[in-house]
């Protein structure tokens, strides 16, 4: 199944930069739990559900003039795929330009993402968070 699930987030990714919310969305679990390690101090650090993430996405669209998140590397671990992401942002008023590269990890159950951990600092947090490295 890890292939597929690899193949799930990547078809959800190119969603994402298209700004597809349906397609983006369409792989979650209506219960998802999205947790942002380096989340701004005005928003949670945990979201549940659907709806809060597209709430989130409103607030990056009012933000934002261009938001992308390129995957440049996808690694499978089973029932987990660590995503080795490139974002960029420019910001609508102030046209500051965002460029960081995080580790994120997404848990899959019944070929939907179930649990999405992202910015970890770097590949070994990220593996030693799903059990791959001490």
Not at 88 to 93: L, M
């Amino acid at each position: 199944m890890s292939r597929e699930n690899v193949e799930t987030l990547r078809r959800s990714n190119a969603s994402f930069n298209r700004r597809d919310r349906a397609g983006v969305y369409a792989d979650f679990h209506p219960d998802v739990e999205w947790r942002d390690l380096q989340h701004p101090p005005d928003s949670p650090e945990r979201l549940r559900g659907i709806p809060p993430l597209l709430a989130v996405w409103d607030q990056w669209e009012d933000a934002f003039d261009e938001f992308t998140a390129e995957i440049e590397e996808y690694i499978d671990a089973g029932d987990h795929v660590l995503a080795l992401t490139h974002c960029r942002a420019k910001g609508k008023d102030s046209g500051l330009a965002i460029d960081l590269r995080t580790v994120d990890v997404y848990e899959f159950a019944d070929g939907k993402i179930v649990r999405a951990t992202t910015a970890y600092a770097d590949r070994h947090a990220a593996l030693k968070a799903v059990g791959l490295e001490e």
